[in-house]
């Protein structure tokens, strides 16, 4: 599939903007790693800042009480590469992987959640509310140039009071989306470009993998070399991940088939839908710092909890 329909740039003035959440008032609301913020874009491309919140914001959502929550990664390094941002390694003043919670009418934050029992949380990246109200997370870990610290999967209660962890040992895991029917969650990893589903048996609780030795259902593994990020799922359930390297989103069907739907940047991290079909789409450039607007061809998901 060649570039979405009506594929246009509303800003190109973020730095590296991630977790596209549409709000009801049509402002984007992104975090923005490099900046260390939660920020709002306006349809004219203006963008306010809501809070500063330290470390790296990686991804949010809005919750069961229409507050922002958002997964801190506690920073990187940072590469410029011909006027793009290129996060590599864990910096010298990284302050540990967290949960936090954004209240947008003030930009007051606190921070949920930044162990699970006495193991730190290292790099929280994306998050998806169930119908519950808890919350399902991914942490992709964090890396040196010599090695890296692999990560996890989790489930939280957005008042803060459990946390646990529901799969490890896994190598980037990113993206984090909900099937249309709650049953299973979906994880791209990044480095492998695979596309994980964990069958869920109750809320915040998988069912048995296929095997001992694999953490979920495999969906498929991309053959190219490309690394998948975050994701959003489709109503009609096809998952879309954002895909970097070779620029755009990856729509996979539930029995690994799928295809690419290209744009003209390196790094499209994440996207969202909504408007009155869903099938408006936003998406983030982040390397570039564009936020982009498009139509898809089918209606998206819509999420447990909007604001």
């Not at 490099?34 to 330290?54: C, H, M, N």
């Not at 919670?101 to 007051?108: F, I, R």
């Not at 998050?127 to 519950?132: G, K």
């Not at 390196?266 to 139509?295: E, H, Q, V």
Request: hydrophobic letters at 35%; glycine letters at 14%; proline letters at 7%.
């Amino acid at each position: 599939m060649a570039q979405p329909e009506s594929l246009s740039v509303i800003t190109d003035q973020l730095q590296f903007p991630e977790g596209p959440v549409l709000l009801s008032d049509g402002t984007v609301l992104v975090v923005e790693t490099f900046r260390k913020t939660l920020s709002k874009v306006f349809p004219d491309g203006r963008i306010d800042v809501v809070a500063e919140l330290g470390g790296g914001p990686n991804g949010a959502a809005i919750g069961p009480d229409g507050h922002a929550y958002v997964c801190n990664n506690g920073g990187f390094d940072w590469m410029n590469v011909d006027g793009l941002l290129i996060p590599t390694h864990k910096p010298a003043d990284y302050s540990g992987g967290s949960i936090q919670k954004v209240d947008l009418e003030t930009g007051a934050h606190s921070t949920l959640y930044t162990h699970c029992n006495d193991e730190p949380l290292l790099g929280t990246n994306d998050l998806v509310f169930d119908q519950h109200g808890g919350f399902y997370f991914s942490d992709h870990g964090k890396s040196t140039e010599r090695y890296r610290e692999h990560g996890a999967i989790y489930y939280a209660l957005a008042d803060g009071s459990e946390i646990r962890q529901l799969a490890s040992g896994m190598i980037g895991p990113n993206g984090t989306g909900l099937s249309p029917d709650g049953k299973r969650l979906y994880v791209a990893e990044t480095q492998t470009s695979r596309l994980w589903a964990f069958d869920i048996a109750a809320p915040g609780v998988f069912g048995p993998p296929p095997t001992p030795f694999q953490p979920g259902h495999l969906v498929c593994t991309l053959p190219q070399y490309r690394f998948l990020d975050s994701l959003k799922v489709e109503a009609g359930g096809k998952v879309c991940v954002g895909t970097l390297i070779a620029g755009g989103i990856t729509v996979f069907d539930t029995d690994g088939t799928h295809e690419f739907v290209e744009f003209p940047d390196i790094s499209i991290t994440n996207l969202c839908f909504g408007g009155p079909d869903m099938r408006d789409g936003w998406a983030t450039g982040s390397s570039s710092g564009k936020l982009y607007r498009f139509r898809w061809p089918r209606p998206g998901l819509p999420l447990a909890f909007q604001r």
